[in-house]
């Protein structure tokens, strides 16, 4: 994306960005930072975050980026991370996600690898990064589809599971809306606001090249382009999660996503919740739940 002077919105905003080194958090990144806004990176690999905070200022004139070690599979990690941040934050994009694992898979807190990494992660950072937020600050938990097919028990959030990886991926994405939707209600009241987007459902093989990330071959490429009709890029998967972030329009509690057939594509839009995370009962026995699985207490 090209900045153009009067898109410059956001100049003298900070975003942070979780998972900002590849695909959807990637143009997140790329996108606020052409608006003007200070973005970081929170990624666990610095190498990968180099290449991402290389790849921004090649787009963006001035763009002002930098690099948060971040590795939301550790709790250790998530508490330097939160703790090195010394600047206010107006808002925090949790992006970055597993999208599938075996029931094996464990992050290095010994929680089930997506539970433990997009809800818990997620969890642990938001608490602790609470210091550091700004009194109009916005968090954007970043959902999905699938969270329509999970059921979530607050009891047994993190236990061992078995059958597809795609119904835990989804239960994870449920969780970390419903902890969104709790952490909305908890602020209520106060200038700042949580809410949820999704990007419909975005491929890297229709998505703009940058150099050192997500490599497509180009017959993929020219494969891919036959499905643009009911699909998109990365590029546009961003916006949703962009808008929500950013746009007068959203509010708390919002869910955004792209408007188009199935939510698939399209320009962003209020979608749809389950009832399932927009519960106040399930949001409150999750929110004590997962301050009992990270150890983290988040006091709003
Ligand atoms: N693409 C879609 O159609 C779609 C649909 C619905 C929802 N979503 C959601 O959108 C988000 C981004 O998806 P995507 O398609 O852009 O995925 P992606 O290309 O696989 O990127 C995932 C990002 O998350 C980061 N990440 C994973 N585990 C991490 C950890 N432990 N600590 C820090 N960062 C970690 C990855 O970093 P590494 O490079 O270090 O692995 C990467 O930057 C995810 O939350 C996903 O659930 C995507």
């Known amino acids: 994306m090209t900045p153009t002077p009067q898109a410059r919105d956001l100049v003298g905003r900070t975003a942070l960005v979780t998972g900002a080194n590849a695909g959807i958090g990637y143009w997140c990144a790329e996108q606020l930072a052409a608006r003007g806004a200070r973005v970081l990176l929170g990624c666990r690999s610095t190498e990968r975050a180099g290449v991402a905070e290389r790849s921004i200022r090649e787009r963006v004139e001035g763009a002002d980026v930098g690099i948060l070690s971040l590795d939301l599979g550790s709790l250790t990690s998530v508490a330097t991370a939160a703790a090195s941040v010394d600047e206010p934050l107006h808002g925090v994009i949790c992006n970055a ?94 200038a700042r606001s949580a809410l949820c987007a999704h990007p419909g459902y975005a491929v890297d093989p229709l998505t703009p090249i940058r150099d050192g990330l997500a490599p497509v071959r180009p017959i993929a490429r020219r494969l891919a382009s036959l499905t643009r009709g009911l699909v998109q890029g990365k590029d546009a998967g961003a916006a949703p999660i962009v808008h929500a972030a950013t746009s007068p329009d959203a509010t708390g509690g919002d869910y955004w996503g792209p408007g188009g057939l199935l939510e698939f594509r399209g320009a962003p839009r209020r979608v749809r919740a389950s009832d399932e995370v927009r519960s106040r009962s399930t949001g409150a026995a999750l929110w004590t739940a997962a301050e009992q699985l990270t150890g983290v207490r988040f006091d709003v």
């Open 97 to 190: 996600g597993v999208k599938a694992a075996d029931p094996d898979d464990r992050t290095a807190d010994e929680h089930d690898l997506m539970i433990g990494t997009n809800a818990l992660g997620h969890f642990a950072l938001l608490a602790q990064l609470l210091p550091s937020l700004a009194p109009d600050a916005r968090v954007v938990a970043v959902g999905s589809i699938a969270h329509r097919f999970a059921r979530i028990d607050p009891g047994t959030i993190d236990a061992a599971w078995t059958g597809a990886s795609l119904r835990q991926y989804g239960r994870s994405k449920a969780a970390v809306m419903a902890l969104a939707f709790e952490l909305d209600r908890r602020w209520r009241g106060t």
